[in-house]
């Protein structure tokens, strides 16, 4: 009981954050903070919706089977973990992409979860097994027996948290955009959070290819996060479904991505599956049910 307790207290203190205030920051050339408070349209989100994003999230990364909650990809130097599969890095095999496990530890830390021994240090433990073959290898070792009872028993924990980085995005994004950009990144994510549809098209895309303003996720200086997705849609005019706007969208910047990646990675091959699960945000219509 304490447990779901902590649980719904923190998917109500989302709810009643979750009609964010956007700020548009501006530095000016005075040296002076210039900030021009906009209303998100996002509507609150009740605990059970964030549940269903977190269940759609869990299908897309996981086909909504427990036991790929915790899975090494092929051609990948990371675990991915949980509903979101979330990049856990060995200590030697450090990339471009950004590591999410870590805070989602923190994240059910700070929300009263109770997480394994081994996890629960500081500086936060690099993943033990150092590659593909080493975790392969490793299925009997006890400790992914507990990290799994542990990702299936927090799984609404994870939902909240997917829920809280979407609201962090924009923000973020706005802080780290050249002044020009802003009103249209912003303008953009407000036009495609005007939909529930929309609402889990943004949520799902930040965990699936997060929010474009690291340093080191980009091949060649182009970036393939939410951030990039935004700044290339076209505005309502020229393109008035904004769902389908940042569908199109989003396509051409992952079709980028695999352009520009290094051809040892292969990336191509991971392309349609991309495309597929970025093409059906358009059928979640009936599925994303947000109240009033």
């Given at each position: 009981?304490?447990?779901?307790?902590?649980?719904?207290?923190?998917?109500?203190?989302?709810?009643?954050?979750?009609?964010?205030?956007?700020?548009?920051?501006?530095?000016?050339?005075?040296?002076?903070?210039s900030?021009?408070?906009?209303?998100?349209?996002?509507?609150?989100?009740?605990p059970?919706?964030?549940?269903?994003?977190?269940?759609?999230?869990?299908?897309?990364?996981?086909?909504?089977?427990?036991?790929?909650?915790?899975?090494?990809?092929?051609?990948?130097?990371?675990?991915?973990l949980?509903?979101?599969?979330?990049?856990?890095?060995?200590?030697?095999?450090?990339?471009?992409?950004?590591?999410?496990?870590?805070?989602?530890?923190?994240?059910?830390?700070?929300?009263?979860?109770?997480?394994?021994?081994?996890?629960?240090?500081?500086?936060?433990?690099a993943?033990?097994?150092?590659?593909?073959?080493?975790?392969?290898?490793?299925?009997?070792?006890?400790?992914?027996?507990?990290?799994?009872?542990?990702?299936?028993?927090?799984?609404?924990?994870?939902a909240?948290?997917?829920?809280?980085?979407?609201?962090?995005?924009?923000?973020?994004?706005?802080?780290s955009?050249?002044?020009?950009?802003?009103?249209?990144?912003?303008?953009?994510?407000?036009?495609?959070?005007?939909?529930?549809?929309?609402?889990?098209?943004?949520?799902?895309?930040?965990?699936?290819?997060?929010?474009?303003?690291?340093?080191?996720?980009?091949?060649?200086?182009?970036?393939?996060?939410?951030?990039?997705?935004?700044?290339?849609?076209?505005?309502?005019?020229?393109?008035?479904?904004?769902?389908?706007?940042?569908?199109?969208?989003?396509?051409?910047?992952?079709?980028?991505?695999?352009?520009?990646?290094?051809?040892?990675?292969?990336?191509?091959?991971?392309?349609?599956?991309?495309?597929?699960?970025?093409?059906?945000?358009?059928?979640?219509?009936?599925?994303?049910?947000?109240?009033?």
């Amino acid at each position: 009981m304490g447990r779901a307790r902590k649980i719904s207290e923190e998917l109500t203190r989302i709810r009643v954050s979750f009609c964010i205030a956007v700020l548009v920051i501006g530095i000016l050339g005075s040296g002076v903070l210039s900030v021009n408070a906009q209303e998100v349209i996002i509507e609150r989100l009740s605990p059970q919706e964030i549940q269903q994003i977190g269940e759609m999230v869990f299908k897309n990364e996981c086909a909504s089977k427990d036991e790929n909650l915790i899975a090494w990809n092929e051609g990948e130097n990371f675990m991915s973990l949980g509903i979101g599969h979330f990049i856990w890095h060995p200590a030697n095999m450090k990339d471009s992409f950004e590591e999410s496990f870590a805070k989602y530890i923190e994240y059910a830390k700070s929300s009263g979860e109770k997480v394994p021994a081994w996890l629960d240090s500081a500086p936060f433990p690099a993943c033990p097994w150092n590659s593909r073959i080493e975790f392969l290898n490793a299925q009997s070792d006890g400790r992914l027996a507990e990290l799994k009872e542990f990702l299936v028993r927090t799984k609404p924990m994870q939902a909240a948290f997917i829920v809280k980085r979407l609201q962090e995005s924009l923000p973020l994004m706005l802080k780290s955009a050249v002044e020009s950009t802003r009103d249209k990144i912003a303008m953009q994510f407000n036009r495609v959070a005007s939909t529930a549809p929309g609402v889990f098209a943004l949520a799902d895309y930040v965990n699936f290819k997060e929010f474009g303003i690291a340093s080191g996720e980009n091949y060649q200086g182009k970036g393939w996060g939410l951030f990039q997705v935004l700044a290339r849609m076209r505005g309502a005019t020229e393109a008035p479904d904004a769902l389908g706007e940042f569908i199109r969208s989003a396509n051409l910047v992952l079709e980028e991505r695999v352009q520009n990646s290094p051809l040892s990675r292969n990336e191509q091959r991971w392309l349609p599956g991309w495309q597929q699960r970025i093409n059906s945000y358009i059928n979640k219509e009936e599925k994303v049910c947000l109240q009033d």
